[in-house]
């Protein structure tokens, strides 16, 4: 039964993910039938992972209070209300209100799972089921892309819409029935609600693990969900097609990414050096964009999905992070952690953003690409030098390292 519970919210997960990345493929057609502007279309989408951050804090202390059970499938009906209207939506605001509330809804979904994982499951195991997780979780995206397109030019994009809001009710009835919560850990002198943040915020290991979780997920999600588009259409004049299978293969390498990831920390018996071996080889990749961005389609392509792979240790570095926090704290620490990480993700759009802007050269629209790299690369490196001085937290504690 544990199983079942855990696979309903995996199937919650692909919902989550499908529904921060289905809003491009409907550029087209809610910009014929609403009038939606590019800004418009940049401002829903940017809402849903606000909404969706800023709800980790709320999300953390429900987990902990009332439990994974009741948490997700209360908001998941939220997310399914945001569905419904986006299905009925005409105009832009209503769309806008409408990516808010899916946010909100899809919040507590993969940390509900970290919970039951942590505290159900032995701890060595805790990153590889955590990956696989988010490697599964990660067809959303897939999902999110063609398939998509395919069904809303066949069908139109409200009843298809419509038809994932029903969806979405029933994955929410599932949770409810199937997930078991595990048992409550209460902790009498321990900070009651919000303040348990705060007492996270004080446990000094996780200082130099937050940098990294800031700029980690958001450079892989940065450059597929934001950046490669342009940087293709204009520097190598792809059409919609060629843009699609780029990042179609880096979907795939992100979700090839989290199965590697998985096993990695308790075969080599070390979480520090996986994930930082694995953002040496995205600072890599970014380097050489920034260096050669006219290198070749095929060469940019796999730098493109070697980040991609690259970017996806997010279940190690959990699982880094919370072998420091206490046990009646978990459900607001891993939600204070993904918080960080979603939260970053918007913070670097905007950065970035401003960056392309500032060096925007028509005669040269390479030149901007270089210093997006760039910047990418720097702001890996540097959260890389701090993340270095981490204490390492071993799956098999007493188990000899192999050098």
């Known amino acids: 039964m544990k199983m079942a519970g855990l696979a309903a919210l995996c199937l919650a997960y692909v919902f989550s993910q499908f529904y921060r990345s289905f809003l491009a493929v409907l550029t087209p057609a809610l910009g014929a039938d609403l009038g939606m502007t590019k800004a418009d279309l940049s401002l829903a989408s940017g809402v849903w992972f606000a909404a969706f951050a800023l709800m980790q804090f709320a999300v953390g202390v429900a987990l902990d209070r009332f439990g ?3 948490t997700t499938a209360l908001f998941m009906l939220v997310a ?44 060595a ?16 995206n897939i999902i999110g892309a063609a398939p998509m397109a395919a069904a809303a030019e066949a069908y139109g994009w409200r009843p298809v819409v419509g038809l994932l809001g029903a969806a979405t009710v029933l994955v929410a009835l599932a949770i409810l029935l199937l997930v078991r919560d595990p048992e409550r850990i209460d902790d009498p002198d321990g900070p009651p609600g919000f303040a348990g943040f705060l007492a996270v915020l004080r446990i000094r290991a ?11 997920y958001a450079t892989a999600g940065g450059i597929r969900g934001l950046w490669t588009g342009p940087f293709l259409a204009e ?4 059409d919609t097609i060629l843009i699609g299978q780029v990042t179609l293969a ?16 308790n075969w080599l018996n070390t979480r520090k050096w996986v994930l930082s071996a694995g953002v ?23 730098a493109l999905v070697l980040i991609g792979a690259a970017c996806v240790g997010y279940g190690v570095m959990t699982a880094h992070a919370k072998s420091f926090i206490p046990p009646a704290l978990i459900g607001r620490g891993v939600t204070l952690m993904n918080f960080f990480s979603i939260g970053g993700v918007a913070l670097m759009q905007f950065l970035t953003g401003t960056i392309v802007t500032v060096t925007a050269d028509p005669a040269a629209p390479e030149t901007a690409y270089q210093w997006l790299f760039g ?21 098999r504690p007493d188990a000899v390292t192999a050098r």
């Open 68 to 70: 994974p059970r009741r």
């Open 206 to 216: 996780l200082w130099f693990i937050i940098p990294l979780t800031l700029v980690y």
């Open 125 to 140: 195991r805790f990153a590889l089921m955590a990956s696989v997780f988010i490697g599964l979780g990660n067809l959303g």
């Open 280 to 302: 040496i080889l995205a600072i890599g990749a970014c380097i050489f964009l920034a260096a050669a961005p006219q290198s070749g389609l095929a060469a940019v392509t796999a």
């Open 80 to 123: 399914a209300a945001g569905v419904a209207l986006f299905a009925v939506a005409w105009t832009p605001t209503a769309i806008v209100a409408a990516m808010a509330l899916i946010g909100i809804g899809c919040a507590p979904v993969l940390m509900a799972s970290y919970v039951i994982i942590a505290r159900g499951y032995d701890a």
């Open 250 to 265: 880096m979907a795939l390498a992100m979700a090839m990414g989290s199965f590697v990831y998985g096993p990695l920390d």
């Open 235 to 238: 520097v190598y004049d792809a």
């Open 375 to 395: 910047f990418y690369a720097l702001t890996l490196a540097l959260a890389l030098a701090v993340y270095l001085f981490s204490r390492d937290a071993r799956p």
